[in-house]
Structures are given as C-alpha cells and as structure tokens.
C-alpha cells in the first residue's frame, strides 16, 4: 500500500480514528485516576567518627579530619548495604509493627531505596514509597532506629571508646507523588493512533 492510499484512508476514516484516539487517551487518564495516592518518605543521614585527639594537641597535621570523615564513609557504605538487604527491611518491618507487604526476598531488598551522594562521601539519602503516608513515615523512622542500634553495636567493640561512629539524620520528608496524568494520557492517544491506522491499513488490504 503507498502513502497516498494510506492518507487516503485515514481521511476516509478520520472520525473513527479520533474516536479511537480519544477512547482511550480517556481510557489511561480514567485508569490514572482509580490508581492509588502514592507517598515518598525520606531521610538523609551523615555519618562521621569522633576522635580523642584534635589538632590543638599534637604537633602533625590531621588533614582537616580527613580520616574521621572517610570512616564515616565506610559507615556509609555499610547503611546502603543494611537498607538492601532483605533480612534488614524485615526487622525495621517489626521495629515499625507493619506487616511485610511480601515475602519475595528480592522485593524486600528494594523497599529502600539508598545511596551514597558519592563514592567517598559519608553522606547516605535513603526512601521508601507507599500508598499509606503514615506507614511511609513510619518505615523511614524504623529505619533510622535499626541502622542507629547496628551503629552501637559496632561502637562497642571499639577499643578506643573516645572514638566512636555518630549519626546525624535529617528529619523525615514526605511528599505526595505527582500521577502521571499527561504521560498515561499521551500513551493512551498513541495506542489509539496506532490502533486507527491499522485499521485502515487492513481495510485498504482487504479491499484489493
């Protein structure tokens, strides 16, 4: 079939092509909106090491710190991992009193999403999303509480007790997620479209 035939049938059919075209552009705004609110909840935390000795007592350089801080990046690298991991989502699960949304343990590892700013910082950003904005405070905050309880743990079994790991969280944001109106909308138009000119590629087939 050429273009002209092509054109030629779409002009003949135009009006069940924007038929087609608005059903179901008005069918993904229409699914949009029965969708369920989402909420995202989120904290940041920094991570950084104390130290007995500070650079008004000794006489070399300390590097501005530089070691405590890359301390807390390990620290860092070890709260991205504990948020990953499904064991972890389970126990903040019963720190929180929610029941687990699933048992998949790959699902559970991606509950949280965590990651450091950059390699070497200390400096972790972590959230979580659901359909109840409570519960997704509420998992933020459990998690602070279970990372914060495996940071004490670590920090007993430090020799030197003047030098231990301290965490610094931000407060919890939550915020309504935007439905995608206009993208759901715009896919349903397209789907529609091709729909129409299929159609009228079959009807210019069928007629030779």
């Not at 909840?41 to 008004?56: K, Y």
């Amino acid at each position: 079939m050429s273009l002209a035939e092509l054109i030629e049938g779409l002009r003949k059919n135009i009006w069940i092509l924007l038929f087609l075209v608005i059903l179901l552009t008005s069918a993904g705004l229409l699914a949009t909106w029965r969708l369920p609110q989402t909420y995202e909840a989120g904290s940041l935390t920094t991570a950084v090491r104390t130290s007995t000795i500070s650079q008004a007592n000794v006489d070399y350089y300390l590097f501005d710190d530089y070691y405590a801080i890359q301390s807390g990046a390990f620290i860092a690298d070890n709260i991205v991992s504990w948020l990953s991991s499904a064991p972890s989502v389970v126990s903040i699960y019963q720190i929180a009193n929610l029941p687990l949304p699933t048992k998949n343990m790959k699902s559970l590892g991606k509950i949280f999403e965590a990651k450091k700013l950059s390699a070497t910082s200390n400096v972790v950003t972590y959230k979580t999303t659901s359909t109840d904005e409570a519960e997704a405070k509420k998992l933020v905050e459990s998690a602070n509480k279970f990372v914060s309880q495996l940071v004490v743990d670590i920090n007993s079994k430090q020799k030197e007790q003047g030098a231990q790991f301290v965490l610094n969280y931000s407060d919890t944001a939550v915020v309504k997620v935007p439905k995608a109106y206009a993208l759901n909308g715009f896919l349903g138009g397209l789907l529609g479209l091709l729909i129409g000119l299929v159609y009228v590629a079959y009807q210019k087939s069928s007629q030779r």
